[in-house]
C-alpha cells in the first residue's frame, strides 16, 4: 500500500523505510531490477511548527543533536499553504548546518563521497521549504537507490477509516489516494514503531556507537554516511 508522508528536512530512517516499503529488489548476479513503490508527499497542507518540516536530528560526538533552520513570517503568521513558506536566509544557517554535518560525519566510511553534491543543494539556497525538502529528499532516494515513484498530493485529503490487516493495521487509511496516512505519525516529539513494522528495527554502524551506543530513528544521513551503497539493504525488503 503506499504512503502519505508531510516534506520534511533530512528525513529521519523511518520515513525512507516508509516510502520504500512496497519496493522489492530481486538480485540476480551483479544485476538488481527492481518493482517501483509509490508515495505521497502532502502539497495541500499548512505549514506547522516544531515538526520534521524544519527540523532534522543526527548524531554528533556528544549524542543526538538538532537542526533546524528559519522560515519567512508572513502577515498571517505561518497559516501558509507549504509550498509557499520561504526559507529565511538571513542568518548564516547554512554554513552552520554545513559545519554541524561535517564535524559530525567527517570521520563516517561514505561521507566524502557525498558532500560536494548534498552540500551544493543547501548553496543554491532554494526558495521556499518544499524545494529545499523537495531536492534533499530526492537527493537521498537517488544515492540510496530506492525504487520509488514520488507523486505530490492535488488536494489536501482527510482520512477516515484505518487500515485493517498487514504491517499498517490500525493507522489512518486515506481512500482518496488509497495509501496509509503517516502525516501525523513521524513527528521529533512522538514515538513511532514505524521500523518496528517494517521489521527493519535493527542497529547500524554508527560512529559514535562506541561512546553512547546505537541510536535509531535519526536523519537519513546517519545511515547513508556510515553505510554507503549497503544503506538500500536496511531499507528495502
Sequence with gaps: MPVLLTTAYFPPV??????????????????????????????????????????????????????????????????????????????PWVRQHKMAIVSAYRTSAFFEYYQDELFAILDSQPGTLWELNLEIIRFFIRK?????????????????????????????????LDAVDLRQAIHPKRPDDILRRLGKEKPYFQVFAGKHGFIPNLSIMDLLFNEGPDAVSYLVR
Design 144 to 176: 540510496i537507490g530506492i525504487p520509488v515513484e514520488i507523486r505530490m498530493t492535488e488536494d489536501f485529503l482527510k482520512s477516515g477509516e484505518t487500515v485493517g490487516t498487514g504491517v499498517w493495521e490500525g493507522l489512518p487509511y486515506n481512500a482518496g
Design 14 to 91: 523511518q520515513y525512507f523505510a516508509a516510502l520504500s516499503q512496497e519496493a522489492i529488489l530481486r538480485r540476480g548476479g551483479k544485476s538488481v531490477s527492481s518493482a517501483p513503490a509509490v508515495a505521497f508527499l502532502e502539497a495541500c497542507e499548512n505549514y506547522q511548527k516544531q515538526s520534521y518540516r524544519n527540523r532534522c536530528h543526527f548524531y554528533s560526538a556528544s549524542g543526538v543533536q538538532s537542526l533546524s533552520f528559519p522560515v519567512v513570517h508572513s502577515e498571517n503568521g505561518y497559516s501558509l499553504p507549504i509550498r509557499e513558506i520561504k526559507v529565511d536566509y538571513s542568518t
